[in-house]
């Protein structure tokens, strides 16, 4: 195979060290050339290192573009992969005049490229926006950049993720303090803190924001000191800034380093404020040299630092919280080691070099092959699509439902890396961004029998969608689909689902035929497998498995300590957690008693136990107006979750509570999983039969439930919370493990 990379050519910093890295470790195992589009360090420092490399460069572009296009034509490349804005344009000409395949990294976000210059802005910027929807791929190394493009109208199908990669050995390349404090003029002590950041100086790395930090720190702790590396536009405004602020004997201007790792190799603490980044190679070779760091929540940064773990992360502008990060930091050795020891062994294990090669030699074969297939359409007759399509309760703004299909995706994934899934949902777009898969409307009946015909396995994904207490309409609309799957010769597995109730002897036949039709059934908890017996089903392997919520991969988010803040909730307290719906089938006056009870209960939790009751709605449309209810008849002030929240922040959530209370299944099961002790409210089989499941207390059925029942409840499990704590960390663990079996009975399916 033969790739043709093309480069700006003036690129520095990240951009650089990514092409160069990757180019050089293609190297090894396809044809590669790389085209810079000026002459300069890029292309000279490439072929230092063995690169092939071609240069263009005239004052004309129409000229320039003609010689790459004869480039192409005279090598014959199969694929052409840009990088950057100019290297875009001249790719989409290639395209054109070649029938060439086109990929393209995206690097960053593209329209705030040239935030420093206007001019730029508007003509390259403007047509680097145009052009990129023109061509065939686009590669994004976070998956925050995926779920931008997919946003702003770019195919899902046409996007590939790759982490980037560098060298993790351990630098040979150390300096001291005294080293760099001669040569740079620096007056600095053996007690310094350093604290330090590199960067182009312009509006997108914000070193605004590093300056207000400093200003608030050296307040406290005049022993840090703040060192810039770098040069930029902004150069001179930062300068006068710093001096305005009264900085100049703590901030210091490096000017363009020759060598990074002089900076980093002496820093105390590394920290980046962009307000925006694909994902930062600085961040890489920070970790390589192990530094605690404090980084700015934007692009892929997430994916290696762990807030609180192994680094602290800030919203984009926020210099108090920054500021508060490094006095913590500054004041704490032991901490700082602890996070640059963990952040070495996460990037070491995850951002390697040879992950890199691997997963781009994988993205071009499967270019190569679905150009194969445009060119040769016979070839691509019989060819499976899907591995696997998910039907659920999907796209609903459900939280439990979305936590059983984050794990479900996640432990797909971490099975078979190549698996492609299709997701049937109410919000196609929405569960495509959040999720990275392909999804379709889950009504589109069309789109669902032409995927099907395309697929290997129908998955029904958790929830308890076999009963008709909701309605009959619902439960044939769910085995309609799995017969439909069968029919078209597809495996089908009901995935940790919950079973029953089914109370209409027809819905029952009806259950009886399809669930025998199918090949595995696992379900999460006692009660659902005693229905299948009692229903009848012998056909399928049935598995007792656990729900598929206790084997999500919990992602790092927003802390709750922040979330909180925006919540209007206090913080350095003790919390009671309440997960509330309207009871299904009750009277108004049942409701209203259930109602009462609540809030009676959260009252007498503040009083004797100052736990501030924190209402946590699972899914929020529907659980709202009973939560207001509750509030409104409360003595005490109780305080509400009202803001959308992913499902890794719920768990946050969650599990700052003392105690949780909740009707909610997923609710209780967050609890579990975090190990807060729990009281669950029935209102259907599910709650009992996992409360059951962990030997937990239940607090009766929601259309029965008094005070005193709770309160005494509320008593013994308060009284004896760290018991519980124990119970349920032995507890879930087995469930953890049961729960992972669904993912790989689902593989074995498929393999």
């Given at each position: 195979?033969?790739?043709?990379?093309?480069?700006?050519?003036?690129?520095?910093?990240?951009?650089?060290?990514?092409?160069?890295?990757?180019?050089?470790?293609?190297?090894?195992?396809?044809?590669?050339?790389?085209?810079?589009?000026?002459?300069?360090?890029?292309?000279?420092?490439?072929?230092?290192?063995?690169?092939?490399?071609?240069v263009?460069?005239?004052?004309?572009?129409y000229?320039?573009?003609?010689?790459?296009?004869?480039?192409?034509?005279?090598?014959?490349?199969?694929?052409?992969?840009?990088?950057?804005?100019?290297?875009?344009i001249?790719?989409?000409a290639?395209?054109?005049?070649?029938?060439?395949?086109?990929?393209?990294?995206?690097?960053?976000?593209?329209?705030?490229?040239?935030?420093?210059?206007?001019?730029?802005r508007?003509?390259?910027?403007?047509?680097?926006?145009?052009?990129?929807?023109?061509?065939?791929?686009?590669?994004?190394?976070?998956?925050?950049?995926?779920?931008?493009?997919?946003?702003?109208?770019?195919?899902?199908?046409?996007?590939?993720?790759?982490?980037?990669?560098?060298?993790?050995?351990?630098?040979?390349?150390?300096?001291?303090?005294?080293?760099?404090?001669?040569?740079?003029?620096?007056?600095?002590?053996?007690?310094?803190?350093?604290?330090?950041t590199?960067?182009?100086?312009?509006?997108?790395?914000?070193?605004?924001?590093?300056?207000?930090?400093?200003?608030?720190?050296?307040?406290?702790?005049?022993?840090?000191?703040?060192?810039?590396?770098?040069?930029?536009?902004?150069?001179?405004?930062?300068k006068?800034?710093?001096?305005?602020?009264?900085?100049?004997?703590?901030?210091?201007?490096?000017?363009?380093?020759?060598?990074?790792?002089?900076?980093?190799?002496?820093?105390?603490?590394?920290?980046?404020?962009?307000?925006?980044?694909?994902?930062?190679?600085?961040?890489?070779?920070?970790?390589?040299?192990?530094?605690?760091?404090?980084?700015?929540?934007?692009?892929g940064?997430?994916?290696?630092?762990?807030?609180?773990?192994?680094?602290?992360?800030?919203?984009?502008?926020?210099?108090?919280t920054?500021?508060?990060?490094?006095?913590?930091?500054?004041?704490?050795?032991?901490?700082?080691?602890?996070?640059?020891?963990?952040?070495?062994?996460?990037?070491?294990?995850?951002?390697?070099?040879?992950?890199?090669?691997?997963?781009?030699?994988?993205?071009?074969?499967?270019?190569?092959?679905?150009?194969?297939?445009?060119?040769?359409?016979?070839?691509?007759?019989?060819?499976?699509?899907?591995?696997?399509?998910?039907?659920?309760?999907?796209?609903?703004?459900?939280?439990?439902?979305d936590?059983?299909?984050?794990?479900?995706?996640?432990?797909?994934?971490c099975?078979?890396?190549?698996?492609?899934?299709?997701?049937?949902?109410?919000?196609?777009?929405?569960?495509?961004?959040?999720?990275?898969?392909?999804?379709?409307?889950?009504?589109?009946?069309?789109?669902?029998?032409?995927?099907?015909?395309?697929?290997?396995?129908?998955?029904?994904?958790?929830?308890?969608?076999?009963?008709?207490?909701?309605?009959?309409?619902?439960?044939?609309?769910?085995?309609?689909?799995?017969?439909?799957?069968?029919?078209?010769?597809?495996?089908?597995?009901?995935?940790?689902?919950?079973?029953?109730?089914?109370?209409?002897?027809?819905?029952t036949?009806?259950?009886?035929?399809?669930?025998?039709?199918?090949d595995?059934?696992?379900?999460?908890?006692k009660?659902?497998?005693?229905?299948?017996?009692?229903?009848?089903?012998?056909?399928?392997?049935?598995?007792l498995?656990?729900?598929?919520?206790?084997?999500?991969?919990?992602?790092?988010?927003k802390?709750?300590?922040?979330?909180?803040?925006?919540?209007?909730?206090?913080?350095?307290?003790?919390?009671?957690g309440?997960?509330?719906?309207?009871?299904?089938?009750?009277?108004?006056?049942?409701?209203?008693?259930?109602?009462?009870?609540?809030?009676?209960?959260?009252?007498?939790?503040?009083?004797?136990?100052?736990?501030?009751?924190?209402?946590?709605?699972?899914?929020?449309?529907?659980?709202?107006?009973?939560?207001?209810?509750?509030?409104s008849?409360?003595?005490?002030?109780?305080?509400?979750?009202?803001n959308?929240?992913?499902v890794?922040?719920?768990?946050?959530?969650?599990?700052?509570?003392?105690?949780?209370?909740?009707?909610?299944?997923?609710?209780l099961?967050?609890?579990?999983?975090?190990?807060?002790?729990?009281?669950?409210?029935?209102?259907?089989?599910k709650?009992?039969?996992?409360?059951?499941?962990?030997?937990?207390?239940?607090?009766?059925?929601?259309?029965?439930?008094?005070?005193?029942?709770?309160?005494?409840?509320?008593?013994?499990?308060?009284?004896?919370?760290?018991?519980?704590?124990?119970?349920?960390e032995?507890?879930?663990?087995?469930?953890?493990?049961?729960?992972?079996?669904?993912?790989?009975?689902?593989i074995?399916?498929?393999s």
């Open positions: 195979m033969k790739v043709l990379h093309i480069i700006g050519g003036g690129d520095v910093g990240g951009a650089k060290v990514h092409v160069i890295n990757l180019v050089k470790e293609l190297g090894s195992a396809i044809d590669v050339t790389l085209l810079c589009l000026r002459p300069g360090a890029f292309a000279d420092d490439a072929r230092a290192i063995g690169i092939k490399v071609e263009i460069k005239s004052f004309n572009i000229t320039d573009i003609k010689k790459a296009i004869r480039l192409v034509k005279n090598n014959k490349f199969d694929i052409i992969h840009s990088h950057g804005s100019k290297a875009n001249f790719a989409y290639i395209k054109k005049a070649c029938k060439t395949p086109v990929v393209t990294t995206i690097h960053s976000d593209y329209k705030l490229d040239y935030l420093q210059s206007l001019f730029k508007l003509t390259i910027g403007v047509v680097n926006s145009h052009v990129l929807r023109k061509l065939d791929y686009y590669i994004v190394v976070t998956s925050a950049f995926r779920k931008m493009l997919v946003e702003r109208g770019f195919s899902n199908n046409k996007i590939f993720t790759i982490l980037n990669g560098m060298n993790m050995s351990k630098p040979e390349e150390y300096f001291s303090k005294e080293e760099f404090s001669n040569k740079y003029h620096i007056p600095l002590d053996s007690e310094d803190i350093l604290v330090g590199a960067a182009r100086l312009d509006p997108v790395k914000d070193i605004g924001t590093f300056l207000e930090a400093a200003r608030h720190v050296v307040k406290i702790n005049p022993k840090v000191k703040f060192l810039i590396g770098g040069e930029g536009e902004q150069s001179k405004e930062l006068a800034r710093s001096l305005e602020l009264g900085l100049n004997q703590n901030v210091f201007f490096l000017g363009w380093l020759n060598n990074p790792y002089e900076l980093i190799s002496v820093l105390d603490i590394n920290v980046m404020t962009s307000i925006s980044e694909g994902f930062p190679y600085y961040l890489l070779e920070g970790a390589r040299y192990s530094k605690a760091t404090i980084c700015s929540r934007v692009g940064i997430p994916d290696l630092i762990e807030s609180t773990i192994n680094g602290f992360l800030f919203e984009p502008k926020d210099y108090m920054l500021s508060k990060q490094i006095l913590e930091l500054a004041q704490d050795g032991r901490s700082r080691t602890e996070f640059g020891e963990k952040l070495y062994e996460k990037a070491n294990r995850d951002f390697s070099l040879n992950a890199m090669r691997a997963t781009q030699v994988s993205i071009y074969e499967d270019i190569r092959d679905i150009s194969l297939r445009k060119a040769f359409p016979g070839r691509a007759s019989g060819n499976t699509k899907y591995d696997v399509i998910i039907s659920g309760y999907y796209g609903f703004r459900n939280i439990g439902d936590a059983m299909l984050r794990s479900i995706v996640d432990n797909l994934k099975k078979k890396p190549d698996i492609s899934i299709l997701v049937l949902s109410k919000k196609p777009l929405e569960t495509s961004v959040n999720y990275n898969v392909h999804a379709i409307n889950r009504k589109n009946m069309f789109a669902v029998y032409s995927a099907m015909k395309k697929a290997k396995l129908f998955i029904y994904g958790g929830g308890n969608i076999i009963q008709d207490s909701t309605s009959s309409r619902s439960l044939l609309f769910y085995l309609g689909a799995a017969w439909l799957a069968k029919k078209l010769g597809l495996k089908v597995m009901f995935y940790a689902n919950g079973i029953g109730p089914i109370n209409k002897n027809r819905n036949e009806y259950s009886r035929k399809i669930l025998n039709m199918a595995v059934i696992t379900v999460r908890e009660i659902s497998y005693n229905e299948l017996e009692k229903m009848g089903i012998t056909r399928p392997k049935i598995v498995t656990a729900d598929a919520a206790l084997a999500v991969h919990v992602e790092n988010g802390t709750p300590e922040d979330i909180f803040i925006n919540e209007g909730i206090p913080l350095d307290t003790g919390y009671a309440f997960s509330v719906r309207k009871c299904p089938g009750s009277d108004k006056h049942q409701q209203a008693t259930y109602e009462h009870v609540i809030a009676e209960a959260a009252d007498y939790i503040y009083n004797n136990y100052n736990l501030l009751p924190v209402f946590i709605p699972m899914e929020y449309q529907a659980d709202i107006f009973t939560i207001q209810n509750i509030v008849k409360m003595k005490t002030n109780g305080y509400v979750v009202t959308n929240h992913s890794s922040e719920t768990f946050g959530i969650i599990k700052k509570m003392d105690i949780m209370i909740g009707m909610r299944l997923h609710a099961i967050f609890a579990a999983y975090m190990n807060v002790p729990l009281i669950g409210i029935s209102y259907q089989p709650v009992e039969g996992f409360l059951e499941y962990i030997g937990q207390p239940s607090a009766g059925h929601v259309k029965d439930i008094t005070f005193e029942a709770l309160r005494t409840k509320i008593d013994q499990l308060l009284l004896n919370r760290e018991e519980v704590k124990k119970e349920l032995k507890s879930v663990d087995i469930l953890v493990a049961k729960a992972d079996e669904n993912s790989r009975l689902a074995e399916l498929i």
